[in-house]
Nanobody
């Protein structure tokens, strides 16, 4: 099992910045990639950014140039730095980890609210 604990969400004005953190624990040696997804009110969950163990990143078009995913291997933590936030970025953000057997693990979610 892998446990994921997110932190760093909150309320910010448009144009502001936030940094999300996701600390992983448990059986993390088989993790192949970690990332962030989000679900806005009335919408389906969507991919925001992913980072593989080979340091390959993937971003949704809507966040390219504004969000950066990174990791601290010593802390088993993945971060998502978010700049130039827009009201449409308002959502619950979920940390995700997937292992080499394609098993997905999810955090509890953290709310990000961007006011206009």
């Amino acid at each position: 099992q892998v446990q994921l604990v997110e932190s760093g969400g909150g309320l910010v004005q448009a144009g502001g910045s936030l940094r999300l953190s996701c600390a992983a624990s448990g059986f993390i040696s088989n993790i192949n990639a970690m990332g962030w997804y989000r679900r806005a009110p009335g919408k389906q969950r969507e991919l925001v950014a992913t980072l593989t163990t080979g340091a390959i990143t993937n971003y949704a078009d809507s966040v390219k140039g504004r969000f950066t995913i990174s990791r601290d291997n010593a802390k088993n933590t993945v971060y998502q730095q978010m700049h130039s936030l827009k009201p449409e970025d308002t959502a619950v953000y979920y940390c995700n980890a997937v292992n080499y057997y394609s098993i997905n693990y999810w955090g509890q979610g953290t709310q990000v609210t961007v006011s206009s």
